[in-house]
Structure formats: C-alpha cells, structure tokens
T-cell receptor
Framework: AQSVAQPEDQVNVAEGNPLTVKCTYS??????LFWYVQYPNRGLQFLLK??????LVKGSYGFEAEFNKSQTSFHLKKPSALVSDSALYFC???????????????FGKGTKLSVIP | NAGVTQTPKFQVLKTGQSMTLQCAQD?????MYWYRQDPGMGLRLIYY???????DKGEVPNGYNVSRLNKREFSLRLESAAPSQTSVYFC???????????FGQGTRLTVV
C-alpha cells in the first residue's frame, strides 16, 4: 500500500509569493515524517522533519511544514519563494514493515517546484 | 567529512553483464538503504539493512542482491543487467527513524 502521496507533479509560483507543496501520508502508529529536496544532478538533502510536539516545524532555507493529524497531511510551505528554491521536493515517511517494529524510509513521487522570476 | 560515498558515478553496461555498486558511510549509522530513481516514480526502495549482518527487501528487489559487508559498507549487485535497470541509484544511511537520512551523490547506470 502506498504510504505517501504527493498529488501535484509540478507547482509553479512567482518569486516572492508564498508556496505550498502538498503531502498526505498513510502509516500506522505515530508518523515520522520528513521532507527532502533534490537539486538537478544532485543527491537528496534533508529539509525538515516532524517527530512529535509542535505541529509547525521549521527547517532549512526558510521552509516550514505543518503536520495535521486529522487530515493526515504534512504540507511544505515557505512564505516567500526564491528562484533558487526551484528543485524537486520529496515527502518521506518511515513505514513500518514486517510488523516487528522495523521501519523503512519511503518516498513520494516528488513534486517539481518552479519559481518564476 | 565524506558522509556517504558511492562508486562509480557513471556506468554503461551491456545486457547480461554484472556489476557491483559500492557504498560506504563514515557516520557510524546502523541503517543503510539502496534506492532507484526513475522519472515520475520518485525513489523506490530496493533493499534495506537495519544493521550489520541483516538485509531486507524493499519495494523493487527483483534482479538485485545486496551485501552488508560491515557497518560502513553496503553494496548492490546486478547479476545480469537488463535495460529495465537503467536508472539512477542512490545509497543512504541513517540512525533510527527519528533522524534524517544522508544520501550519496548517486550512480547513473545505463544498460544497453
């Protein structure tokens, strides 16, 4: 079963405008949720995570994400987009497998963010 | 300050050839992963190792084998390469599910 969904393949936003990249998850138990970013021809870099506590988490490069348990969502946000934010963004929950308390890090299909000057 | 190191960075194979992708991490992490990235598919987990001496299949294990040689190294082997295995392969490591994973720079593999 799919653990995570990123409903938008691409998001376009004008520079200076707020941006949102959506993510919904379906994992059992307490979710451990991450956002990663991938710049062209590079590996993935960690942005932020939700483990427990405050539903609004802040991360690198001015990004933040809001955890919503009732909607099972973990949307990535930034108040003012930069052209340099253009990249591929992945939502990634840890998924329990084997029913033995073991976890695998799984990824959504990614959302391409394009910030237009 | 190397983090996760993958070799090689690029490789072209002929159908039926074999090869091993190497991965090493210097952060003393217990968990290591191999993913493949294809356009529109995101990252799909091939194999996972929770600790030295253990490995588990991920979402797309067919056609691959892995070895967790020691705590630092986790290799991925293609015994008989197929064009469907043309992809970008990423190795990653982490320590528990509360902490972020660190990724290598990737191996771009083409099977002709």
């Amino acid at each position: 079963a799919q653990s995570v969904a990123q409903p938008e393949d691409q998001v376009n936003v004008a520079e200076g405008n707020p941006l949102t990249v959506k993510c919904t998850y379906s994992v059992s138990g307490n979710p451990y949720l991450f956002w990663y970013v991938q710049y062209p021809n590079r590996g993935l870099q960690f942005l932020l995570k939700y483990i427990t506590g405050d539903n609004l988490v802040k991360g690198s490069y001015g990004f933040e994400a809001e955890f919503n348990k009732s909607q099972t969502s973990f949307h990535l946000k930034k108040p003012s987009a930069l052209v340099s934010d253009s990249a591929l963004y992945f939502c990634a929950p840890f998924r329990e497998y084997s029913g033995a308390g073991s976890y695998q890090l799984t990824f959504g299909k990614g959302t391409k963010l394009s910030v237009i000057p | 300050n190397a983090g996760v190191t993958q070799t090689p960075k690029f490789q072209v194979l002929k159908t039926g050839q074999s090869m091993t992708l190497q991965c090493a991490q210097d952060m003393n992490h217990n968990s290591m992963y191999w993913y493949r990235q294809d356009p529109g598919m995101g990252l799909r987990l091939i194999y996972y190792s929770a600790s030295e001496g253990t490995t588990d299949k991920g979402e797309v294990p067919n056609g691959y084998n892995v070895s967790r040689l020691n705590k630092r190294e986790f290799s991925l082997r293609l015994e008989s390469a197929a064009p469907s295995q043309t992809s970008v392969y990423f190795c990653a490591s982490s320590e528990g599910r509360r902490n972020e994973a660190f990724f290598g720079q990737g191996t771009r593999l083409t099977v002709v």
